[in-house]
């Protein structure tokens, strides 16, 4: 049907094309190591649009900086919302915190969204701020005092949150930094426009306001469900009680919230193993799933540590078979083969840090994971090259750059920075 429209802009009607169709799938971490694709279709997406319009104020004469990489959902915000009302779109390449400040400022770039991290590596890098730009954060909680500082160096800033299966963003949250948090975390606000929110106990009931529930989301913005995942969708995409609108549905997001007693949402965490790393939803059960397959592991657990600064990273511990003798590798070079192993499986961000080797993975007393008995990684556990002094000024500058950076005592010259659990928004 396409190749016989004209070479004008082809009428949708006349393709059979409606808003019930879908805009995009999109892939996201998957506890038993199958990704799953979320369907999310037009109607959606437009919705999301819509309400973003309407509490960012965005006009034709803005400039949003798009950072962010087309394989993460919140690129369709950064791509599509300048476009929806004529504003303009600077498409950044590259990330690093000194190419960001250029762009911001030679760009006279007017919005941006990012993630808590890459805030924070802008601020790490010396960044002062810019009174005429309105800050989008989002991804993954934002700590109070991040948003304190970024607050009074840009026009405004907004917290935002949402799954991907409820189409990118599903509440908002406009700080007021004059007022120091009482919380952690910056609250995640109320819901856009067309989203209901339901804070539900263990048998679907509300919870009593200011009692801690798992977060439901209703509205425009739900997914169609998983692709070719029936059982999963029928799992997580439930019919909602609540609406009295007939077909409507909600997706239980295993998050964990709360009403403040302001209204707004407050969110505390996920009631499963899922975690959030520099935006990224991350099931560490895929990535152990994955290091099963290797010949010389026998057990695996992944969790992720915060580091000095506050930023999450994966730590992998291991059982190695002993059944082979090339399982008695030192740790240094266990870790380079997982590291390998899974470079080849998985995306960058779910490769872990550093990987540990244990006799045996410690247990609760229920048989469970005990993940306060897991040891911090130490300099072994990341994957490093024969050790060599580094040589020079040059060299021997960026080695004691690298290990401030990374947290490890020591850095040879024939160190890879990403290997020993670096990343790019650090690197910036």
């Known amino acids: ?191 856009i426009a067309n989203t209901r929110i339901y804070l539900l106990d263990g048998h679907g009931a509300p919870v009593p306001f200011g009692a801690v529930g798992e977060l439901y989301i209703g509205g425009a913005g739900v997914a169609r469900g998983y692709l070719n995942r029936p059982d999963l969708t029928a799992e997580r995409f439930l019919v909602d009680p609540f609406s009295g609108k007939a077909g409507a549905r909600m997706y239980r997001s295993g998050d964990l919230a709360r009403y403040l007693p302001d209204g707004n949402l407050e969110f505390l965490g996920r009631n499963d193993d899922q975690v959030k790393i520099r935006g990224f939803r991350i099931e560490p059960g895929e990535i152990a799933a994955r290091l099963l397959e290797h010949e010389l592991v026998g057990d695996a657990a992944v969790v992720a540590h915060a580091d000095a600064a506050g930023d999450k990273r994966l730590v992998a511990y291991v059982v190695a078979k002993t059944t082979d003798g090339s399982a008695k590798a030192d740790g240094a070079g266990l870790a380079a083969s997982l590291r390998a192993h899974l470079g080849g499986l998985l995306p960058d961000y779910m490769v872990p840090s550093a990987f540990v080797r244990l006799e045996a993975l410690p247990l609760t007393v229920n048989g469970k994971l005990d993940r306060k008995a897991l040891p911090v990684p130490d300099d072994d556990a990341y994957a490093r090259r024969a050790y060599e002094a580094p040589q020079g000024e040059i060299e021997t500058l960026l080695a004691g750059i690298w290990a401030e950076l990374l947290g490890v005592e020591r850095v040879g010259r024939h160190d890879n920075f990403f290997e020993l659990g670096g990343h790019s928004l650090l690197a910036g």
């Not at 037009?42 to 960012?56: C, F, G, K, M, Y």
């Open 1 to 191: 049907a396409w190749a016989d429209q004209s070479a004008d802009d082809p009428d949708p009607h006349a393709l059979g094309l409606t808003a019930r169709h879908l805009a995009y799938v999109i892939y996201t971490s998957g506890s038993t190591g199958t990704p799953k694709g979320v369907m999310v279709e037009h109607a959606s997406v437009l919705n999301v649009l819509r309400a973003l319009l309407d509490v960012s104020g965005l006009t034709e004469r803005d400039s949003l900086l798009a950072i962010t990489t087309i394989s993460f959902d919140i690129a369709g915000l950064e791509l599509c919302l300048p476009l929806a009302v004529g504003a303009k779109v600077v498409v950044a390449h590259g990330t690093s915190a000194i190419g960001l400040q250029r762009y911001l400022s030679h760009q006279k770039i007017t919005v941006m969204q990012a993630t808590p991290a890459a805030w924070r590596m802008l601020f790490d890098a010396g960044w002062e701020g810019a009174p005429d730009l309105s800050a989008l954060c989002g991804g993954e909680a934002l700590p109070s005092e991040l948003a304190s500082n970024l607050g009074r160096r840009v026009k405004s800033l907004r917290n935002l949150y949402g799954p991907t299966e409820t189409t990118i963003w599903a509440t908002t949250f406009l700080t007021d930094t004059r007022i120091e948090a009482p919380h952690r975390y910056v609250p995640i606000g109320r819901p």
